[in-house]
């Protein structure tokens, strides 16, 4: 089911916003990520919308980041790197009348909601992450090289760019029939005179710098979150994600089989014993936790942290995303998750460092307002 809703726009300070939406209730906002679109969402947005027994519906927003997608005209003489990106993000929420939501973030995305909620805890009710950019994880190698290229790629003719966007839609996805779905989605957004320069103008707006500068700040946020990681991501370690887990104070649901692009991949019946997650190697773990020579560290990057409870969330047939909806932990970060009653009560939610069975429902001490996290696993 990919019904994503309407799509909507609205012009703020002369720029216009673009973003579907889908479905009432409480607000919960996706941020995609590069060389994506809001179609990344496709396949979750029905789901989250959708009421189902005892839980009620979200209202789901799917953003599209300035300069991207079918905004890409929107990044020409514009700063759209991610911490630019989150001052946009805010300044849309407030134009739309959204006080306070769930941001979910994929990839850039992730770094997006990041210093979004950084910045203004107040309007973030909860925060989940997949495969997202944190930290010194990124740009990646491959889009390093690119940058240098510089000018080659802005000249880079359409046949050859769609290769090299073909290739690495590929590279993020295990599953061959949804790589060519996801890339004939967001193709769009390239596929134009000014195709080659809108990604040279995205690749040269990425700067490590936007993420180190909030990492110190994220075990302080004490809201809600999730984290969800395909742990055979090549491009976004499983260590990276195991990091903000800590950070976040939150649980890491992995899909073993899971590559990067989670929201829309399908995963395949293979293994899913927990311990058998697909794991960094020492150097790459260790590089984790190292910035780059001329980047500052965040002293102390979690080594005296606990250790996040950890849950292989395998789930056949299903986009790995969408898999992270049908367990309701979307749902349950929502602000008026506690109204259903599959949930536990606030008022049984344990001490800090207590924790329940893997098969029943846990409540989370974040500063959430009686918000609840379930063990479905």
């Known amino acids: 089911m990919t019904d994503t809703g309407r799509e909507r726009s609205v012009e703020i300070d002369g720029v216009r916003h673009r973003w579907l939406e889908h479905g009432e209730g409480p607000p919960v906002v996706l941020v995609h990520g590069i060389p994506t679109s809001p179609a990344l969402w496709r396949h979750v947005m029905p789901e989250l919308g959708r009421p189902a027994p005892r839980v009620q519906g979200l209202r789901v927003l ?20 991610v911490k630019a990106q989150a001052a946009y993000l805010r300044r849309w929420l407030q134009e739309i009348g959204v006080e306070r939501a769930v941001l979910v973030g994929h990839d850039l995305g992730g770094g997006v909601v990041q210093i979004a909620a950084v910045h203004d805890r107040s309007s973030c009710s909860g925060i989940v992450l997949t495969n997202a950019i944190a930290y010194n994880s990124w740009p990646i190698p491959r889009v390093k090289a690119m940058r240098l290229l510089g000018p080659a790629v802005a000249r880079m003719p359409t046949p050859l760019l769609r290769r090299v966007f073909d290739s690495f839609i590929g590279q993020g996805h295990d599953y061959r029939g949804r790589a060519g779905e996801s890339a004939a989605a967001h193709w769009p957004g390239y596929d134009h005179p000014a195709g080659a320069a809108t990604f040279l103008r995205q690749i040269r707006s990425l700067w490590t710098a936007d993420t180190l500068e909030v990492a110190a700040r994220l075990p302080d946020l004490r809201v809600s979150a999730g984290v969800v990681w395909g742990a055979a991501d090549s491009f976004q370690k499983l260590a990276y994600g195991e990091r903000l887990a800590r950070d976040l104070h939150a649980d890491l649901d992995t899909v073993s089989t899971g590559k990067h692009f989670m929201p829309e991949d399908i995963e395949h019946p293979r293994s899913r014993d927990q311990h058998s997650h697909a794991r960094a190697d020492a150097d790459e773990r260790a590089d984790c936790h190292r910035a780059d020579p001329d980047e500052q560290q965040r002293p102390g990057c979690a080594a005296d942290a606990r250790e996040p409870r950890r849950c292989d969330a395998g789930q056949s047939g299903l986009p790995a995303a969408s898999r992270f909806v049908h367990q309701q932990r979307f749902r349950s970060i929502c602000p008026h998750a506690a109204t259903c009653s599959a949930l536990s009560p606030s008022s049984s939610r344990p001490s800090p460092g207590q924790t329940r069975p893997a098969t029943q429902a846990t409540q989370r001490s974040n500063g959430g307002g009686g918000l609840a996290h379930l063990r479905t696993c």
């Open 62 to 81: 799917a953003w599209e980041m300035l300069g991207y997608g079918l905004s890409y005209a929107t990044g020409a003489g514009r700063d759209i790197s």
